[in-house]
């Protein structure tokens, strides 16, 4: 243990290396109500009940503007601290929650995928698995994106109450977390890929939810994170990041964004919800002196369509990513797709930035790697990372 509090610290007790949190927002979240073309004529004939209205956007030009609770990650803005990244997604979107998912977790839209493209990166910055808590998943399961063979993934559902279930055996631990993977998984990609990769990193996966144990233990902050369960997930992520044991992949996720119905409120409450807990978890890492090698990137699996149904909007296509942190170059980066009637795709704004784009700023500017072999080939750089 000491090598991993002493190895490459600062003062605070975390490394300077970058750091990448990748907030999942699941269920498709809706572009159109998070990035506002508040100023479109076609914005509101298409969503005649479920807009966001001309008075309470967040504007941030003359056109575009951020859904009303979105306030923090406004002033972050304002700062230049945040990057809007527009249109961003694949050809031929299947509109389906899984398959969408999958092919953002693996980078592999043509077929399904077996490596999840942070795990390829984890891979790549502890090739010899000398610290089994580089990537730590918050939640019940394991994601996907984190998962290659033999890179180990500490999964942590609660990191104050359990570091990983204290409260039962080391095997039904294992059985609890790994078992999750194994229901999710084995349907898509099949039984034998999903045993290998138990097999091979289960028990790293486990060492490593024990290390983190330490995290809450030597944490201290006077901020207070709103109660939600992003709060609780970013709170925890910040206690493992400040304990300076060399974690350098977080994920979690926030939803469900699938708001065919009642999206007004339930957008609302999930945008007020995340944009809290981000506010929160940066002013934790500014009072520890632990921001500048922090970026946090925010993605769903799609947007929404164009047009409301009455009561919230269906499955879409093009969808927004967002990033956060002092290493960002902030601001707009590509555009906002055209929302004329003879330029959507089935009803639905089409993306005309690939996703693996959007990966290849944070693998090759972030992480300092090569990105081809992660993300699956050469894409066009955005540029949204200060160099």
Sequence with gaps: MTSLL?????????????VIVVLQLSGGNDYMNTVVPYND??????????NVGEEDVLVLDDEIGLHPTMGPIQDMYKDGNVAIIHGVGYENSP??????????????PDKLGTEGWLGRVVRELDPDKENVVTAVSMGPALFRALVAPNVPVATVENIDSYGLLTDITPQEKLDRVLGRYQRMYSPAIGTGPVMDYLGQTGLDALKGAEILNVAPEKYSSTVEYADSSIGKKLKGIAQVHLAGLGSRVFYADHGSFDTHADQLSLHHKLWSQVSQAIRDFFDDLEEHNAADNVVMFLFSEFGRRVYDNGSGTDHGAGGVCIAIGKGVKGGMYGQYPSTKAQDLDQGDLVPDLDFRSVYTSLVEDWLGLDPVPIVGGNFE?????EK
């Excluded at 002493?6 to 290396?17: I, K, L, P, S, V």
């Excluded at 004529?41 to 479920?50: A, E, H, I, Q, S």
């Design 381 to 385: 750089n955005p540029g949204f990372i």
């Design 95 to 108: 509109r389906s929650h899984f398959r969408s998912m999958d092919i953002w977790h693996t980078c592999e």
């Design 6 to 18: 002493e190895n490459g610290t600062n003062g605070t007790g975390t490394t300077d290396d970058p």
């Design 41 to 50: 004529p076609l914005y509101r004939d298409y969503r005649p009940t479920v």
